[in-house]
């Protein structure tokens, strides 16, 4: 049973270019997290998302973020016109229920952006 | 309000010590206090978690001391070993939010 897989695990981006976040949850898990781990800093929550749905994205910037979790399919944080502050380690990680406190991570995608 | 303070940023320890890492929260909602070990290139995992009704828990070499009154809960790491050298996190749940503190690099010499 695999983990969670999150592609690529690095991605480089010059400044005002796209950047789109790949995660595949764990089989049978319905419920997505997105945290944010700046570097020497911990892991800062972003969105979490149900199939189909957003239920908190309070931890989302308000600009150029955007997350979704579609029926079929990875959930994507997309990230538009990205700007050096946004390289980071993205982490994913999924749940079977609401229990984000028992999710399992993935290995993360670290955003450099040039 | 959200905020988890968690010291020391990093701690050298030798083999055989005990690791000790603390934390302190101020928002009395979270009801729920996990631990987690991060290796270099790698997403956090679940290492072991307390609830506020319990002033203990052990899992083999590893201790959750909670102080509900303090507000503080520390993790132990007894006869620590260079394989326990990693980043470690604590963090609070409430809701369905999980928040992290800023993470203590440990390094076990041999």
């Known amino acids: 049973n695999a983990g969670v897989m999150q592609n690529p695990r690095h991605l480089v981006r010059r400044r005002g270019q796209e950047a789109r976040l790949r995660c595949s949850p764990v089989k049978g898990h319905s419920h997505v997290y997105w945290y944010r781990q700046l570097p020497e800093e911990g892991l800062k929550f972003m969105v979490y998302l149900q199939k189909e749905n957003i239920i908190d994205e309070s931890g989302m910037p308000k600009e150029r973020f955007s997350a979704e979790f579609p029926k079929e399919g990875p959930s994507i944080l997309r990230i538009q016109q990205v700007v050096r502050g946004d390289s980071a380690a993205y982490f994913c990680a999924s749940s079977p229920g609401e229990l984000p406190h028992e999710a399992f991570f993935g290995q993360g995608t670290r955003l450099t952006v040039v | 309000q959200q905020q988890v303070k968690q010291s020391p940023q990093s701690l050298i320890v030798q083999k055989g010590g005990i690791s000790i890492i603390n934390c302190a929260y101020e928002?009395?909602?979270?009801?729920?206090f996990p631990w987690y070990q991060q290796f270099p290139g790698k997403g956090p995992a679940l290492l072991i978690a307390i609830r506020p009704d319990v002033s203990e828990k052990k899992e083999g070499r590893f201790t959750i001391s909670f102080n509900k009154s303090a507000k503080q809960f520390s993790l132990h790491i007894m006869d620590s070993q260079p394989g326990d050298s990693a980043t470690y996190f604590c963090?609070?749940?409430?809701?369905?939010?999980?928040?992290f503190g800023e993470g203590t690099q440990l390094t076990v010499n041999p």
């Open positions: 963090a609070a749940f409430s809701g369905s939010r999980l928040t």
């Open positions: 928002n009395t909602a979270f009801d729920y």
